[in-house]
Structure formats: structure tokens, C-alpha cells
């Protein structure tokens, strides 16, 4: 039996309805997802329990029925059409993993994906800043005014309206922006690049798609949903200004992106 007790969350306009039956990790969830607590009725249910860890290591696979399984350390994901089941998670970040694996299944039936990138808000428009390990994300984002950081580690970009739009997420990197649950249409995506002056590069079609794939969170080996998210890449940067950012370590460098 699960507890009765839940957390509606919605991330990137998807609702979710966390069941957690232990009041300790709950309570956690509760102040980690403070700023994207919703009532979230029609969301899809998530029953989370600490029973059934498994011993595979980040491996994502479709099991019977159509259902997608992800194991991560001693935790696991298993996905339906109607509902999700978290098993072993013992700790909040376990379970915000886990979120992650199930928000970039979700997102890619709805023209969204998750990237490795941070998004800052200016002047009502996101610009979204992508790159490895140590490119400079959570830089940018010292770098940026206070209270416009949607994230500086995880950014959530979905087709809504018309157009691509740049969503505010929980999952924060050193900068520890806990973001906001809003969004903007995009101004442009920018691949990092640290150097000795600030300027801006177009990048063409084709380089931005190898450039923005390797840092898309994704989980499955299915032909059809790899396809499907080439195609939705494809879509994203035949919309959005892609351009190689070179930068200093100084505020200075919004001169150019602004300009």
C-alpha cells in the first residue's frame, strides 16, 4: 500500500503526483521541489518505494508491454502508459534523478527535451548556455543579474505557443539556482567557449545539432524514439539562433549576446 499523502509537482507545464510514503523523504521532496508544488489532479502518477533495488548501473531498456526501464545505482524507473514506479530510492537525490530519467521520456512526446545548459532571463526572453563539464555554465550564471537565473544546470526546452520556450527547473549545478516555475520564448542557444575576449559566432545547422546532442539527457535505445529526437533537434535548431559564445570571465560578455 502507498501512502496517501502526495506531491503535485509540475515541471515544464508536465504534472506529475509524487507518491512517497516515507514522511522523511517527502518532506525533503516537498523543500526541494518548493517553487514547483502544484495541484496536479490529472498528473501522472508516481509511486516511489524504497523496496526492489536493483544492481544495474544507468542501463535503459523497454521492457514488456511497452513499458521503459532505468536502473540507476540501487535505484530504478520502470514507465506506462498510465503511471511510473520509482523503486529503491533512499535518498532526495536519488529520487531527482529519477526525475530527470522520467521528464526526458515524457518531454519527447511533447516537442521537449532536457539539455545540460543554463538559462537566464533577459528582458523577457531566455538565452539558453550549453556545454561539457566545466565549460562555463554556472560562470555564466555568477555572471548574470540576480533573480534571472532559471537554472544553471539542467534546462528544459519545449515547442508551447508557437515556439520554443526555455522552462525554469529544480536541477541546479554549483550555482545552486533553484529556479523558477515560468518560461520565455528563446532568444538563442550558446555554446560555451572560454577565451581571451568577448564574441559570438553563428554556427550553422549541421554543427549545431552535433554540438547540442552530446549534451541532451537520454535514456532510451529505441530506434524510434532516437529518430524521433534527431528529427525534434533538428526542428529546435532550424528555429533558435545556435551561436559559439566566446567569453571572459566578466559581466562584460552580455555586451555581445545582447547586442
Known amino acids: 500500500m502507498y501512502s496517501s499523502e502526495q506531491l ?41 518505494t524504497c523496496a526492489g533495488a536493483t544492481d544495474d548501473h544507468g542501463t535503459g531498456t523497454s521492457g514488456h508491454a511497452g513499458d521503459f526501464v532505468y536502473t540507476w545505482e540501487d535505484s530504478s524507473l520502470r514507465l506506462n502508459d498510465t503511471q511510473a514506479h520509482f523503486e529503491g530510492v533512499r535518498h532526495e537525490y536519488g529520487l531527482d534523478s529519477l526525475i530527470r530519467v522520467l521528464l526526458s521520456m515524457l518531454l519527447a512526446r511533447q516537442r521537449g527535451f532536457l539539455l545540460h545548459a543554463a538559462t537566464v532571463m533577459n528582458n523577457g526572453r531566455a538565452y539558453v548556455f550549453t556545454g561539457k563539464s566545466g565549460a562555463g555554465k554556472s560562470t555564466i550564471a555568477s555572471l548574470s543579474p540576480e533573480g534571472t537565473v532559471l537554472t544553471d544546470e539542467i534546462s528544459l526546452l519545449k515547442h508551447v505557443d508557437g515556439g520554443w520556450h526555455a ?17 520565455a520564448p528563446i532568444a538563442g542557444l550558446y555554446f560555451l567557449s572560454q577565451a581571451s575576449e568577448d564574441r559570438v559566432e553563428k554556427v550553422s545547422l549541421r554543427e549545431s545539432i552535433r554540438a547540442i546532442l552530446p549534451n541532451v539527457l537520454f535514456f532510451s535505445r529505441e530506434l524510434q524514439v532516437t529518430q524521433d529526437l534527431l528529427c525534434l533537434l533538428n526542428e529546435f535548431a532550424s528555429s533558435v539562433p545556435c551561436w559559439r559564445l566566446f567569453f571572459r570571465r566578466k559581466r562584460s560578455l552580455w555586451n555581445v549576446i545582447t547586442a
Open 8 to 48: 503535485g509537482v509540475s515541471i515544464g507545464n508536465v504534472p506529475l503526483r509524487l507518491h512517497i510514503p516515507e514522511a522523511e523523504l517527502r518532506e525533503k521532496a516537498r523543500l526541494r521541489y518548493a517553487q514547483f508544488l502544484e495541484e496536479a489532479q490529472g498528473g501522472l502518477p508516481v509511486f516511489t
Open 167 to 183: 522552462f525554469g527547473t529544480p536541477f541546479w549545478g554549483e550555482f545552486r539556482a533553484e529556479g523558477a516555475n515560468v518560461h
